[in-house]
């Protein structure tokens, strides 16, 4: 039987048998009408569950539970609202670790449906860290290649790791697994969203403040640098970072010190730092968007993440694994994909990669019901595919075309672009629409030569039949 506390927030009354209710599960029940009192009570007591139920003082569900997953972003939260949609329901968890109980009249099975999210809860903290190796899923090739990788990077003795790859290829789980799976891993791993902070506030939260230090600073205020001494800092959107900011960044860096706002004592810090962008940050330095120095000082080991389209073969294991997760999530039952259905999800290009993925399941769990996932749930995919797939690829050979490997595709339509923009590795991503270091390590892949601006060359044995253009056929 579970123990322990559980806030409720909500702006009405607490009915007769809510406190009875919640006691028979083990659980003391405390209330409060706003996020901004219910994180003073999670600031000086521990909980549980939180527990969110409409109507809310002055607030949105939505602005609540974005208040507690920035403060409190481990503690399970479970949302009562009997008139919301399922499509609100979706658009509100997309984001989100919450729950959803639809039933706001009978406290008894919301109590039952809280004992078993605090019970999920404790299991996954006490069972193996979820920012392991092994959390890399996947057996192609180039996956075992990646968690091969990690490994060897995270029990080096590198304090400077930049994660390179395109959005939703997972760099925040492969930051945790470098963390988890260093030296480091007793200590603290801070990510940080350098996109998501406003700039007024990302020097105090990153260095923090003495009191004085401006108008509101009334008490000093270790910064996220400091917390993490002796562990794993993660910059998630790097390339986000002002001029100003990169430059006391790099300052930090280079001296391992760090000053308070309002300070004037060298604090000494050690920390391993990840970076991670989709930004190319070469070309962002040559448009004077990023500092130079403080790209060099960034990619002393450079890690690039694949896009999902180049692990073709982690797709199946991926879905299953999001379904199984889902399924206990939302209280479903489906069994797995039909035949048509994982194929669809095989030959969808997934240009926004694993978060893509992830997100697809997760609205059929949520919108749908059924044994198995079926073809026609996914008909949403069918735009993102036919927007996105490149144009097809004329060979010397018509009947044998459906015979070739995704890779041959890829190659051929990576060479015509080189071709067509002269070698310019900038230019041909723009017009592929990827950055240039996916194109960068395209061209290192399959070994292509670029020997002037504008030849391209390949290895004999990399290279395509003639296309049918240049055949006569």
């Given at each position: 039987m579970a123990s322990g506390k559980v806030l409720l927030v909500t702006d009405r009354g607490l009915e007769r048998g809510w406190k009875t209710a919640f006691a028979a599960q083990g659980f003391d029940l405390d209330t409060r009408p706003d996020s901004t009192r219910a994180i003073e009570l999670i600031d000086t007591e521990g909980l549980d569950a939180v527990v969110i139920r409409p109507p809310l003082r002055g607030e949105k569900v939505e602005e609540v539970l974005a208040a507690l997953r920035l403060t409190?972003?481990?503690?399970?939260?479970?949302i009562v609202d009997p008139e919301v949609t399922p499509r609100e329901v979706f658009e509100i968890c997309r984001t989100s670790s919450a729950e959803y109980h639809f039933d706001a009249r009978s406290p008894g099975p919301l109590a039952g449906t809280v004992r078993q999210v605090v019970e999920r809860s404790r299991a996954a903290r006490s069972?193996?860290?979820?920012?392991?190796?092994?959390?890399?899923?996947?057996?192609?090739?180039?996956?075992?290649?990646?968690?091969?990788?990690?490994?060897?990077?995270?029990r080096s003795a590198a304090t400077t790791i930049l994660l390179l790859g395109e959005s939703g290829t997972g760099k925040d789980l492969v930051a945790h697994a470098l963390h988890e799976s260093s030296p480091r891993a007793a200590a603290a791993f801070v990510p940080i969203n350098c996109s998501a902070i406003p700039e007024a506030l990302l020097e105090s939260e990153l260095f923090g403040h003495e009191p004085?230090?401006?108008?509101?600073?009334?008490?000093?205020?270790?910064?996220?640098l400091e917390l993490a001494n002796g562990g794993t800092v993660f910059l998630d959107e790097v390339a986000e970072l002002s001029m100003p900011i990169q430059a006391k960044i790099l300052r930090f860096l280079e001296e391992r010190t760090l000053k308070r706002l309002g300070g004037t004592r060298d604090i000494p810090v050690d920390l391993r730092i990840i970076s991670g962008t989709h930004v190319d940050l070469e070309e962002a330095v040559s448009l004077q968007r990023f500092r130079q120095d403080l790209f060099f000082r960034l990619q002393v080991v450079p890690v690039h993440l694949p896009p999902l389209r180049e692990r073709v073969e982690d797709i199946p294991v991926l879905a299953r694994h999001f379904l199984d997760t889902l399924n206990l999530r939302f209280h479903k039952r489906f069994g797995g994909f039909a035949p048509d259905a994982m194929r669809r999800l095989v030959e969808h290009l997934w240009p926004g990669n694993i978060r893509e993925l992830k997100n697809a399941v997760e609205r059929v769990v949520l919108l749908e019901d059924g044994s198995s996932i079926e073809s026609s749930m996914l008909d949403f995919l069918r735009p993102a595919l036919e927007a996105t797939r490149p144009e097809p690829v004329s060979v010397s050979q018509p009947p044998d075309?459906?015979?070739?490997?995704?890779?041959?595709?890829?190659?051929?339509?990576?060479?015509?672009?080189?071709?067509?923009?002269?070698?310019?590795?900038?230019?041909?991503?723009?017009?592929?629409?990827?950055?240039?270091?996916?194109?960068?390590?395209?061209?290192?892949?399959?070994g292509i030569r670029l020997e002037t601006r504008a030849i391209v060359t390949l290895p004999l044995d990399r290279r395509l039949p003639a296309r049918e253009a240049e055949s006569g056929s």
């Amino acid at each position: 039987m579970a123990s322990g506390k559980v806030l409720l927030v909500t702006d009405r009354g607490l009915e007769r048998g809510w406190k009875t209710a919640f006691a028979a599960q083990g659980f003391d029940l405390d209330t409060r009408p706003d996020s901004t009192r219910a994180i003073e009570l999670i600031d000086t007591e521990g909980l549980d569950a939180v527990v969110i139920r409409p109507p809310l003082r002055g607030e949105k569900v939505e602005e609540v539970l974005a208040a507690l997953r920035l403060t409190t972003p481990r503690v399970p939260v479970v949302i009562v609202d009997p008139e919301v949609t399922p499509r609100e329901v979706f658009e509100i968890c997309r984001t989100s670790s919450a729950e959803y109980h639809f039933d706001a009249r009978s406290p008894g099975p919301l109590a039952g449906t809280v004992r078993q999210v605090v019970e999920r809860s404790r299991a996954a903290r006490s069972g193996p860290p979820t920012g392991s190796i092994d959390a890399i899923l996947g057996q192609a090739a180039i996956t075992r290649e990646l968690r091969a990788t990690v490994l060897k990077i995270a029990r080096s003795a590198a304090t400077t790791i930049l994660l390179l790859g395109e959005s939703g290829t997972g760099k925040d789980l492969v930051a945790h697994a470098l963390h988890e799976s260093s030296p480091r891993a007793a200590a603290a791993f801070v990510p940080i969203n350098c996109s998501a902070i406003p700039e007024a506030l990302l020097e105090s939260e990153l260095f923090g403040h003495e009191p004085g230090a401006f108008t509101d600073a009334k008490t000093l205020k270790l910064g996220l640098l400091e917390l993490a001494n002796g562990g794993t800092v993660f910059l998630d959107e790097v390339a986000e970072l002002s001029m100003p900011i990169q430059a006391k960044i790099l300052r930090f860096l280079e001296e391992r010190t760090l000053k308070r706002l309002g300070g004037t004592r060298d604090i000494p810090v050690d920390l391993r730092i990840i970076s991670g962008t989709h930004v190319d940050l070469e070309e962002a330095v040559s448009l004077q968007r990023f500092r130079q120095d403080l790209f060099f000082r960034l990619q002393v080991v450079p890690v690039h993440l694949p896009p999902l389209r180049e692990r073709v073969e982690d797709i199946p294991v991926l879905a299953r694994h999001f379904l199984d997760t889902l399924n206990l999530r939302f209280h479903k039952r489906f069994g797995g994909f039909a035949p048509d259905a994982m194929r669809r999800l095989v030959e969808h290009l997934w240009p926004g990669n694993i978060r893509e993925l992830k997100n697809a399941v997760e609205r059929v769990v949520l919108l749908e019901d059924g044994s198995s996932i079926e073809s026609s749930m996914l008909d949403f995919l069918r735009p993102a595919l036919e927007a996105t797939r490149p144009e097809p690829v004329s060979v010397s050979q018509p009947p044998d075309r459906a015979s070739l490997r995704w890779d041959d595709l890829e190659l051929d339509t990576l060479l015509r672009a080189l071709e067509q923009c002269h070698g310019n590795q900038s230019e041909a991503a723009r017009r592929l629409g990827v950055s240039r270091d996916t194109v960068r390590h395209r061209i290192n892949k399959f070994g292509i030569r670029l020997e002037t601006r504008a030849i391209v060359t390949l290895p004999l044995d990399r290279r395509l039949p003639a296309r049918e253009a240049e055949s006569g056929s």
